[in-house]
Each structure stands twice: as C-alpha cells, then as structure tokens.
C-alpha cells in the first residue's frame, strides 16, 4: 500500500508538471505587432497592421516617440512573435538596435 501511495503522488506530480508546462506553452502563443502612432494613423499602413491582425489574431501596441517605450506591454503581453511595422524613414540603423535589445 506504501508503494501505491507514492505512485499516485508520483503520477499526481507528473500530470501537475504537465499541466503547468501546457499553460505555460499558451502563453507562449502569442502575436504582438508593435508599430509607432504616425505609422499606425496612416491610411495605406493601418491597412498592413489591420491585414497582419486579422491573419495572425494579433494585438497592437502603438508606442509613441522611441519604440523602447513599447516595452512594458510587450512584457505583460509576452508573446512568442511579434512584428514591428515601421516606415522606412523609421526603420533606420538606431531604431532596429533598439529592437534588437528589446
């Protein structure tokens, strides 16, 4: 009886452990398109963010000024992609080192 006490616990354990690590992996499931607030109000690239949310089920977090300031959302969002849409004129030397350190 000792025994089948600790292979239930065991088994308990295991099917904890894999439940947690299946929440987990949901939460890793995620598509965030981060894009500036002049980019998103234009009307030919609102149409690639609304495209891009409607394919991938996505959320958009529009940051204003410096794309580090997105940061905190990405972090309570947590995805496991995500997609930054910015202008040419935007996507400069700077701004893909800042999105590299994110």
Same mark, same amino acid.
């Given at each position: @009886?000792?025994?089948?006490?600790?292979?239930?616990? *065991?088994?308990?354990?295991?099917?904890? @452990?894999?439940?947690?690590?299946?929440?987990?992996?949901?939460?890793?499931?995620?598509?965030?398109?981060?894009?500036?607030?002049?980019?998103?109000?234009?009307?030919?690239?609102?149409?690639?963010?609304?495209?891009? *949310?409607?394919?991938?089920?996505?959320?958009?977090?529009?940051? /204003?000024?410096?794309?580090?300031?997105?940061?905190?959302?990405?972090? /309570?969002?947590?995805?496991?992609?995500?997609?930054?849409?910015?202008?040419?004129? /935007?996507?400069?030397?700077?701004? *893909?080192?800042?999105?590299?350190?994110?």
């Amino acid at each position: @009886m000792h025994r089948n006490i600790h292979f239930i616990f *065991v088994c308990s354990l295991c099917f904890t @452990m894999a439940l947690q690590g299946a929440q987990a992996a949901d939460a890793l499931t995620g598509y965030s398109i981060v894009v500036s607030k002049p980019t998103h109000v234009d009307p030919g690239w609102k149409q690639v963010v609304d495209a891009l *949310v409607k394919k991938h089920d996505a959320k958009v977090i529009i940051f /204003e000024g410096d794309v580090t300031t997105a940061l905190p959302q990405l972090k /309570e969002q947590f995805p496991r992609f995500t997609c930054f849409v910015a202008q040419p004129a /935007e996507a400069g030397k700077v701004f *893909v080192g800042k999105v590299h350190r994110l």
